[in-house]
């Protein structure tokens, strides 16, 4: 005797007359809908940020205008750079072995601010300049965040918006999705939230 016998005297089976029961484990999905594999869920997408690629999540958000990416870049810098400043000044002022000290760990707020930048950027969209100004950074393909690996490839490859006088950061101006240079490189796009 096995399962699913159609034998009526086998207590295991199905019982001729009566609807048919899924087996053990998940209930079964309707017939038409893709049924998901074993292990951990997928993440579901993001509302509105899946640039059309899955139906029923909305459309895609609008972009960043270049003033907003530009608003949120200044408040950046002055909040990762004022707390340097003012600590490599106090230790230039200082001086000697105490203000070596300071200025060292002034050196040690820059870069720690600056990977917890990366950090935010990569796993959320948004440090406090972009927060603020209720813009995101998103991968272009399905409206998620880069992640650190690609937020820092991001930030080295702002070198090629600088190299050529400057022109990749004025480049969101006229381009059809608003991209840097570095944001082509990564297939980033910087939309709106809020």
């Known amino acids: 005797m096995s399962f699913g016998d159609p034998n009526p005297n086998n207590p295991y089976g199905q019982q001729p007359g009566q609807p048919q029961q899924p087996g053990y484990g998940y209930p079964q999905a309707p017939q038409g809908v893709p049924q998901q594999g074993y292990g951990y869920p997928t993440a579901p997408p993001v509302p509105g940020g899946d640039y059309g690629q899955q139906p029923g999540y909305g459309a895609r958000p609008p972009l960043s205008g270049w003033w907003r990416r530009v608003g949120a870049y200044l408040i950046d810098v002055i909040c990762i750079g004022l707390p340097y400043g003012i600590l490599m000044a106090i230790g230039g002022g200082v001086g ?29 969209g948004q440090f406090i300049g972009k927060k603020a100004l209720g813009i995101s950074l998103l991968r272009e393909a399905d409206g998620r965040p880069l992640g650190f690996g690609m937020a820092f490839v991001r930030t080295i490859a702002h070198f090629l918006d600088s190299i050529a006088c400057y022109i990749g950061w004025l480049w969101p101006l006229w381009d059809d999705k608003n991209q840097t240079f570095a944001d082509k490189v990564c297939s980033s796009v910087v939309v709106r939230v809020g």
Do not use: D, P, Q, S
């Not at 760990?105 to 959320?124: M, P």
């Open 96 to 124: 000697g072995g105490a203000g070596a000290a300071i200025m060292f760990l002034g050196i040690a707020v820059g870069i720690g601010g600056a990977l917890f930048k990366l950090y935010k950027e990569g796993t959320t």
